[in-house]
C-alpha cells in the first residue's frame, strides 16, 4: 500500500510473528493455545501482527489512523478468515478519551469497550 511500511523481508516477518506469539503465550500454563483474555493492538497498519496474533485471543482491539490501512487491515481479516477482530481508525490518544469517556466517538457506537479485558498491548507506531 503506497505510504505505509510492510516488513519486505519474509523471513524476518515469520521470526517476528513467531516471536510475539511466543510472549503473547509467555507465561500461561503449559499447553494454553488460547488466552481468556483481548488484545489491544495501537497503530496495526494492515493487522499484520493483529491477525497472526488473533487466534490466541479472545478478542481483540486494533487501531490505526490511517483510513487506508483500515480498510486494507479489514480486507486482510477477511482473507484470512480471522472473525474476533474489531479494527477502528483513531489515534491512541483517541481511544484514551474513549476508554476513558472524555467524549463520545461515532466510530466507537457499536462497541464497549468496557466489554474488553485487555492484559496484552502491542503498539507499532508509525515510522
Known amino acids: 500500500i503506497e505510504g505505509s511500511f510492510s516488513q519486505p523481508n519474509a523471513g524476518m516477518c515469520q521470526n ?3 516471536w510475539a506469539r ?3 503465550l ?3 500454563p503449559e499447553g494454553t493455545v488460547r488466552r481468556d483474555d483481548d488484545l489491544l493492538e495501537l497503530y496495526c497498519g494492515n493487522g ?3 491477525i ?3 487466534p490466541l485471543f479472545r478478542r481483540c482491539l486494533a487501531t490505526e ?3 487506508t490501512l483500515t480498510a486494507a487491515a479489514k480486507e486482510n481479516m477477511e482473507l484470512n478468515s480471522v472473525t474476533n477482530i474489531e479494527f477502528v481508525r483513531l489515534s491512541a490518544e483517541e481511544l484514551k478519551d474513549a476508554m476513558e469517556k472524555v467524549r463520545p466517538f461515532t466510530r466507537l ?3 464497549d469497550l468496557d466489554s474488553f479485558k485487555f492484559d496484552t498491548v ?3 507506531p508509525p515510522r
Open 16 to 18: 517476528m510473528l513467531s
Open 22 to 24: 511466543s510472549a503473547a
Open 26 to 28: 509467555h507465561g500461561c
Open 48 to 50: 499484520c501482527f493483529t
Open 52 to 54: 497472526a496474533l488473533a
Open 65 to 67: 489512523i490511517s483510513k
Open 109 to 111: 457506537e457499536s462497541l
Open 122 to 124: 502491542v503498539v507499532d
